[in-house]
């Protein structure tokens, strides 16, 4: 058990559909992270949001976007959902006052996303 | 930029048998590295970290890992398997940002 809870649990959208993952992280971590993990794959870094701000951003369009709140809990949100946009999304908090490398990341359980 | 390969998709082990799991790392420096464990429906579980020091690093669940300079690596190794043990693993290594492997599934037959 990390402390790290993710809602919902699974969600099914179609294409064009717009989604709202939300994170909650564990207490007394300040720093956020979103993975997408397809079928088979490994997790994909999507952002981390360090103390509400992006201090990151791999390799995703900015329809995918996300807040980080002062309680340090986040949501991801992805607009004009595309059909490989079906994947498992992580979600893992850490404590962080600098670089990610030596961030021990906590993750929850995911939002297993569909989209028809 | 960094990376990380795990050459093996899919491993299958004897109850009782020893495992190992590979990882090859590819970084300018001297890496940090993470092995993460994921159980069907579950999120992703930390089983040991690399940081520097003692190049064998002992972790949750008698797992244990080598960091090999000289090959690149930081392979999973357990002596005596248990069925639980049947999940996915990661290999990791942050930069800007945190890049993971492909995976080795291990199934543990009885």
């Known amino acids: 058990e990390t402390g790290v809870t993710q809602s919902p649990t699974h969600l099914i959208k179609t294409r064009g559909q717009q989604v709202t993952l939300r994170c909650s992280s564990q207490?007394?971590?300040?720093?956020v992270s979103w993975y997408q993990q397809a079928l088979g794959q490994g997790p994909q870094f999507i952002f981390q949001?360090?103390?509400?701000?992006?201090?990151g951003r791999g390799n995703f369009p900015p329809r995918f976007s996300g807040l980080q709140f002062p309680n340090y809990s986040s949501e991801l949100n992805v607009n004009a959902l595309e059909l490989d946009d079906s994947a498992l999304y992580l979600c893992?908090?850490?404590?962080?006052?600098?670089?990610?490398?030596?961030?021990?990341?906590?993750f929850g359980a995911g939002t297993r996303l569909s989209v028809l | 930029a960094q990376s990380v390969t795990q050459p093996d998709i899919h491993i299958t082990v004897s109850e009782g048998a020893s495992l190992e799991l590979r990882c090859n790392y590819s970084?300018?420096?001297?890496?940090?590295l993470f092995w993460y464990v994921q159980s069907p429906g579950q999120g992703l579980q930390l089983l040991l970290k690399?940081?520097?020091?003692?190049?064998l690093v002992q972790g949750i669940k008698g797992f244990e890992a080598e960091f090999k300079r000289s090959q690149s690596s930081f392979n999973l190794r357990k002596p005596s398997v248990h069925w639980s043990d049947a999940a996915e693993y990661f290999c990791?290594?942050?930069?800007?940002?945190?890049?993971f492997g492909t995976g080795t599934s291990l199934t543990v037959i009885p």
């Open positions: 970084y300018g420096a001297t890496p940090y």
């Open positions: 949001y360090y103390r509400e701000e992006e201090n």
């Open positions: 690399y940081f520097s020091g003692d190049t």
């Open positions: 207490s007394g971590h300040n720093t």
């Open positions: 893992a908090s850490s404590l962080s006052g600098g670089p990610i490398a030596k961030n021990i990341q906590y």
């Open positions: 990791a290594v942050p930069g800007n940002q945190f890049y």
